[in-house]
Each structure stands twice: as structure tokens, then as C-alpha cells.
């Protein structure tokens, strides 16, 4: 799926409507403690809506349907798939003392569409949905927002989130079980779905770990070398923001096309044959630039990994995100072939802290008086779309993540590899300096990744 920033999204004109649940059941409290990032996000969002500063603390996706939607037939595909899922029927309220955690009986829901309006103009229309998207996912009870924009030729299906509820594969999930529940309806057919795993049970067995966790732990080895860098201090980006102090600032987005869907299996076979994956090439050539930039031989980066480490995780919708520390030194060389296994090396060993909680790590391992820790952390993420269900289908769909306006104290990077191209997604300050420094910076990573498929830029 694309990512696409809402102020750049420009969907056509139509009928709108929304889907609402309804439940004839009180909510009762449950004692599954949050995740640690659904702690600090939750905490953050509320501090920055508190103090009317710019953050959009949601993920949402979009697509299309073939025609004018069945409204009944969306209708039935929501119902379902909300009851299924636990991130859809539980949630976290911050009070004056801590979160604490409610649920709704899933078969008590009910899904009721409610017609918005007729919209002839987009930019009202994507107005409209952005505003409806920021109230409704500011609320603590079931605070989503799913719709459908009806027109006579094609119909856009939009879904917002808490991202405390939510990651990029769980809208991929959503893409496809929705699409597959909707056709179902339609033709009046059965959908026979197993029950899934719900994120509490994850909750549940992170923080049982991550109690357990003490500074001397062999799980924090690779975290206490990362931290040993620089007195603790997270790894500042190669070029100048503009952000002496590190605070969250307004942030601005690009998107770089990085490259063709041959380029990519170019790319991956050249990394094969020097030791590495994709990811490690991606890795080998962020340090050889930072190099080229700033002379610093040594690179280290925060990157995201899944924490669905078995099979039935797979299809649970929730946040399941770690981000575990990598680094390593670049050899004399600045071939990138002979950077790959290095870095191979550091994200394999990287990827064995991912169920230790970046929070929980932080917490045992560095000393208050070394300063607070971002909240929201820089990174550099791959992720590998290619397999998740409907893939082959989201570019016909105009299958897209948005995302809101947001702030960014560094510059995070997400790479991501779909059926057809690469592309890699830029979150960072809005500051001049970052606007004028950062593209350069990826530009010459991107150079040096296409030298690699024999393409030149």
C-alpha cells in the first residue's frame, strides 16, 4: 500500500457514508495492562491535544470498490470483521493514575450506515473526512472511523484507527478480509473465518517478560553496546535539522521512488550474492553515505521489526511493533559489497531483542539524569509487502495507508518493497534546514543503491 499524507490524498466526489457501531452492553474494565508503546503513545497523544499541539496519532487506510457500494453488503463485511477482532472492541482510557482497559462484548455489536452527505467538491470532501477522522479517533470508546465514499462507477472505502490499535500489517489484513466478507455478502454465501488470537493475550505475555527482564539480562547484550556509543544518546541523523534541542516540531513527509519491481529483485539477488538480504543492503548503504557526510565510521539506527513470531499472530490486528537497536562498523572499503555482510550481521542480531521492549530496555539502562527519551523515537524500517494477503490487489485497489499531519523531533525512513516498485517514505522536520539537507542525503543513498542493479540514476 501506498503511504500518502491526508493533505495529499484527492479523493473523487460522492455519497458519503459511515458505519457506526452500536452496542446494547455497558463496557466492563479488564486487567491486561497496555503495551509499553501503547502506554507512551496514548500518554503523548493526550499531552498533545492538552496542549493544542499538532499530532495525528491514527493510522488509516483506503481502497476501492468495483461500483456503487451495497450498502447492507458493507454493512455485514464490518460487522463481522469487528466482532472477530479484539483491537476493534477493546480499548485503553488514561486516567489521572494510569490506563485502564475496557472491553464490549464483540456479539453485542451492531454496524448502522448513516448517510454524511453528498460531496461535489474534493477538497471538502477530503476536509470532511480528515475532520471526522481527528474527532473520532480522539475518543477513547471504540474510537475508529469506517465509511465509504458511493459513486455509480467506483466506491472508496476509508478506515481510521487509534495507531495505538493498529499497524501497517493489520490494515493490510483489513484490506483483504473486508474485500472478502463484502463479496460474501453480496452473493449471499457463507464466510467461514476462525476465531484469531487478540493483541491483550500479546500485552499480557510483554509485560510478564519484560518484568522479569534486570540490567544484567543477556536479551539487553545488544542494547547495552548500542547505548555504550556516544553516552547513551540515540543516534543523530547525518545531515542538520535544524532541531538543536530535540523537540517535537511540525513535520513534513516525502515519498521517493527508490525502485522498479525488476530494480528490487536486482537489488535483492545483488545483496544475495555478498552475503546479505534486502534489508541489509538498505542498512550497508545508509552508513556508506553517512560516511561520505560526516566521516563517522560507526552506524547505528533504531529499526522497526514485527513481534508476530508464530504462525496464529499473523492475523491479529494490533500495534505489534519493536524497535531493537543496530549497529555496527563499516570496513575500510566504501564498496557497498563489502558493506552488506556487515550489516547482515547487525540486523540478525538486531532482530533477536525484538520482544524486548524498547521502553522496558531504556528504562533499566540508561541513567535519568542522561535526559528523557523522544517520544517519537527516529528509525529506519524495511518491511517486505510482496506476501501480505490481497498484495497483487492494491494497486488495482489504489490500496494507500494515510496518514495525518504529525510531528517529528529526527527523521524516520520507511522502506518498503511491494509487488511492482520500492519506495521509501521520509518523516522529519519542517525546518529548512532538514527540507534543504535531507534529500541530498537520500538522493546519494539512492544513487548508490541503483548503482548496485547496474541502473544509473
Not at 396 to 419: H, I, Y
Amino acid at each position: 500500500m501506498r503511504m500518502t499524507q491526508i493533505l495529499d490524498w484527492r479523493p473523487e466526489p460522492g455519497a458519503v457514508f459511515e458505519f457506526r457501531p452500536t452496542s446494547d452492553r455497558a463496557a466492563m474494565e479488564h486487567d491486561v495492562p497496555p503495551s509499553h508503546f501503547q502506554r507512551a503513545h496514548l500518554r503523548l497523544a493526550a499531552a498533545q491535544r492538552a496542549a493544542e499541539k499538532r499530532q495525528s496519532p491514527w493510522v488509516a487506510t483506503t481502497f476501492d470498490l468495483e461500483g456503487p457500494a451495497d450498502l447492507d453488503a458493507l454493512t455485514a463485511a464490518w460487522q463481522g470483521l469487528v466482532r472477530r477482532h479484539e483491537a476493534f472492541h477493546t480499548w485503553y482510557e488514561l486516567t489521572t493514575e494510569d490506563l485502564v482497559g475496557f472491553r464490549i462484548p464483540p456479539e453485542s455489536l451492531r454496524m448502522h450506515p448513516v448517510h454524511m452527505g453528498d460531496f461535489s467538491d474534493t477538497d471538502d470532501l477530503r476536509a470532511h473526512v480528515h475532520r471526522r477522522i481527528d474527532e473520532q479517533t480522539a475518543v477513547s470508546r471504540l474510537g475508529t472511523l469506517a465509511g465509504v465514499i458511493r459513486r455509480d462507477t467506483v466506491s472508496t472505502v476509508y478506515f481510521a484507527i487509534d495507531h495505538a490499535y493498529s499497524d501497517g500489517h493489520s490494515l493490510t489484513l483489513l484490506f483483504h478480509e473486508l474485500r472478502v466478507r463484502y463479496e460474501a455478502a453480496r452473493a449471499g454465501a457463507p464466510v467461514d473465518l476462525p476465531p484469531v488470537p487478540g493483541y491483550l493475550d500479546h500485552n499480557r505475555r510483554e509485560w510478564q517478560r519484560s518484568t522479569s527482564l534486570t540490567e544484567a539480562a543477556p536479551e539487553l547484550a545488544a542494547w547495552s553496546d548500542f547505548l555504550a556509543v556516544e553516552d547513551g544518546d540515540l543516534p543523530a541523523f547525518p545531515v542538520e535539522l535544524g532541531n538543536g534541542k530535540g523537540e517535537l516540531l511540525p513535520a513534513t513527509r516525502l515519498e521517493y521512488p527508490v525502485f522498479t519491481g525488476a530494480e528490487a529483485r536486482a537489488f535483492r539477488a545483488h545483496c544475495a550474492r555478498h552475503g546479505g538480504g534486502f534489508a541489509a543492503g538498505f542498512f550497508a548503504a545508509l552508513a556508506l553515505v553517512q560516511r561520505e557526510f560526516n566521516g563517522h565510521e560507526d552506524y547505528r539506527a533504531l529499526t522497526a521489526v514485527s513481534t508476530r513470531a508464530y504462525p496464529r499472530l499473523l492475523q491479529v490486528h494490533g500495534w505489534l511493533v519493536n524497535l531493537v537497536p543496530l549497529s555496527f562498523r563499516l570496513p575500510g572499503s566504501s564498496r557497498l559489497t563489502d558493506a552488506i555482510p556487515v550489516a547482515q550481521q547487525a540486523f540478525q542480531r538486531a532482530r533477536e531483542a525484538y520482544d524486548v521492549p524498547l521502553h522496558r530496555a531504556l528504562e533499566l539502562l540508561r541513567d535519568e539524569a542522561e535526559g528523557g527519551f523522544p517520544s517519537i523515537p527516529p528509525m529506519a524500517s524495511y518491511a517486505d509487502a510482496r506476501s501480505v494477503p490481497g498484495a497483487d490487489d492494491h494497486l488495482g485497489a489504489d490500496a494507500r495507508v494515510l496518514t495525518g499531519p504529525d510531528s517529528a523531533a529526527g527523521v524516520s525512513l520507511w522502506l518498503n518493497w511491494f509487488p511492482d516498485r520500492a519506495d521509501l517514505v521520509i518523516s522529519m522536520p519542517d525546518t529548512a534546514e532538514a527540507v534543504a539537507g535531507v534529500p541530498k542525503y537520500l538522493d546519494r543513498v539512492r544513487e548508490l543503491m541503483l548503482a548496485a542493479t547496474g541502473v544509473s540514476c
